[in-house]
């Protein structure tokens, strides 16, 4: 969003601003219901309108936060695999399925499949298709010593 562009819609529009942050606190202070809350975003609504703000815009805009933010934290997680790798311990369980952890950094799949899923500082990132990092990772897991689940 360009500052410029907010800066002359407030220099254009300061009264009508003005007048809806006052019906707004007047609204807030007088209404004790849900029907407050109700009017309260409906005026706010009404600014973000009459600003030429479209729902579509917000919408792209929290896409486009949330994929950076998730691409950030795969970043960080494929990093911190790279970091402690050394060590990553590897455990195979009976059914196939195995798990790579380390302090920071957990995967778990099953031998064969494309895809694992992550855990990062204790958050699942879902899952996620196997790729050169994660290749390293688990194969120097299982060079540190592996164990076996039953």
């Not at 809806?20 to 209404?31: C, G, P, R, Y």
């Not at 009017?39 to 600003?51: D, P, R």
């Amino acid at each position: 969003m360009n500052v410029q562009v907010w800066t002359d819609f407030l220099q254009q529009n300061w009264l009508v601003i003005v007048i809806a942050l006052v019906v707004l606190f007047v609204v807030l202070n007088l209404v004790k219901t849900m029907v407050k809350w109700v009017l309260a975003i409906v005026i706010v609504a009404g600014l973000l309108i009459y600003s030429g703000i479209s729902l579509d815009k917000i919408g792209e805009v929290v896409t486009t936060i949330k994929d950076e933010t998730v691409d950030t934290v795969k970043s960080e997680a494929m990093n911190m695999m790279l970091k402690e790798a050394k060590d990553a311990k590897y455990t195979k369980n009976a059914d196939g399925s195995y798990a790579v952890t380390t302090p920071n950094v957990s995967l778990k799949g099953e031998t064969g499949t494309e895809t694992v899923e992550v855990t990062f500082k204790g958050v699942p990132l879902g899952e996620w298709k196997v790729n050169d990092t994660i290749i390293t990772f688990i194969e120097s897991a299982q060079s540190n010593g592996s164990t076996t689940s039953k």
